[in-house]
């Protein structure tokens, strides 16, 4: 992920053969310690540049974006573990409308590979909302994600619980950056 940050998805709201591989990853660490907070943290940040997509969803069913990315691959005559040369970024203001995609938190692609919604990572933004230990970064990760898939009040919630520890911190000097 570090190699091209918010890099991550093609023109066509694809995941970048890298960013399918760092995700896939993120599964594997996730599937041995499902409240890893750096997992838990680049989960939702890989998922957030994605298109945004409605609350509850499970995106691309039980396919692993490891096998959408083949699968997308293979579908344009491409070798696994490639991706389409990218004309743009998908995601922030250009990304498809909340809603976007099926019931199975997918929506289709040009080429017929499924979309990978933000609403993937919804779990990943409600594990980190409750994991320990805590700081106001973390507390304020899953709002990222609350806001693609429209859980706003819960975004709201979360960057006002961060705001408060991060106060609570500072008058003990905890934590430095945090403006008086």
């Known amino acids: 992920m570090n190699l091209s940050p918010w890099a991550y998805y093609t023109a066509t709201g694809l995941l970048k053969a890298n960013a399918a591989k760092a995700e896939a ?11 890893h907070i750096l997992a838990l943290h680049l989960h939702i940040h890989l998922a957030e540049a994605s298109v945004p997509g409605p609350p509850g969803q499970v995106a691309a ?14 579908a344009a005559g491409r070798p696994a573990g490639t991706e389409a ?39 990943s933004a409600d594990a980190l909302a409750v994991a320990e230990p805590q700081d106001g970064h973390l ?8 806001v693609r898939v429209g859980r706003y009040k819960d975004a709201v919630s979360a960057n006002e619980r961060a705001y408060a520890l991060d106060v609570a911190r500072a008058k003990h000097c905890v934590i430095p950056y945090v403006v008086s």
Not at 65 to 73: G, K, L, N, Q, R
Not at 139 to 146: K, V
Request: proline content about 7%.
């Open 25 to 35: 990853l993120i599964h594997t660490a996730l599937a041995l310690n499902p409240s």
């Open 61 to 74: 069913a039980a396919t692993s974006t490891a096998a959408a990315a083949a699968a997308a691959a293979a």
């Open 85 to 123: 040369p990218a004309t743009g970024q998908h995601g922030g203001s250009s990304a498809a409308a909340p809603g976007a995609g099926d019931a199975a938190g997918s929506a289709g692609a040009a080429d017929g590979a499924p979309l990978l919604t933000a609403a993937r990572a919804e779990g």
């Open 139 to 146: 507390l304020h990760m899953p709002s990222h994600l609350f």
